[in-house]
């Protein structure tokens, strides 16, 4: 079994800075890539940035330069630093890790969601 379990999420004026943090646990070979995702309201859910293993990472054009993610191999948690947020920024904000399982299978892992709010 795999758990993905996020933290950090809260409320925060306009303009504010937040930290999303992320961790998976159980019977992990190895994660490819982690990622945050988010959904408003109304929306679909959308990419918000990834990163590889390799420390690759991408970002969704409206949190360039806003927002940094970041990554531990070694303790499997990924990280989201959002700055100069804004109220389009709210959302529930969900991890995702795509791994391999100890048994060698691959899938992607979903956490439950973590609700950020922007508002004054």
């Known amino acids: 079994q795999v758990q993905v379990v996020e933290s950090g999420g809260g409320l925060v004026q306009p303009g504010g800075s937040l930290r999303l943090s992320c961790a998976a646990s159980?019977?992990?070979?190895?994660?490819?890539?982690m990622g945050w995702y988010r959904q408003a309201p109304g929306s679909q859910r959308e990419l918000v940035a990834t990163?590889?293993?390799?420390?690759?990472?991408n970002y969704v054009d409206s949190v360039k330069g806003r927002f940094t993610i970041s990554r531990d191999n070694a303790k499997n948690t990924v990280s989201l630093q959002m700055s100069s947020l804004n109220v389009e920024d709210t959302a529930v904000y969900y991890c995702?890790?795509?791994?391999?399982?100890?048994?060698?299978?691959?899938?992607?892992?979903w956490g439950q969601g973590t609700q950020v709010t922007v508002s004054s």
């Open positions: 159980g019977s992990i070979f190895s994660i490819n890539v």
């Open positions: 990163i590889s293993s390799g420390g690759r990472t």
């Open positions: 995702n890790a795509r791994l391999i399982s100890s048994d060698y299978s691959s899938r992607s892992y």
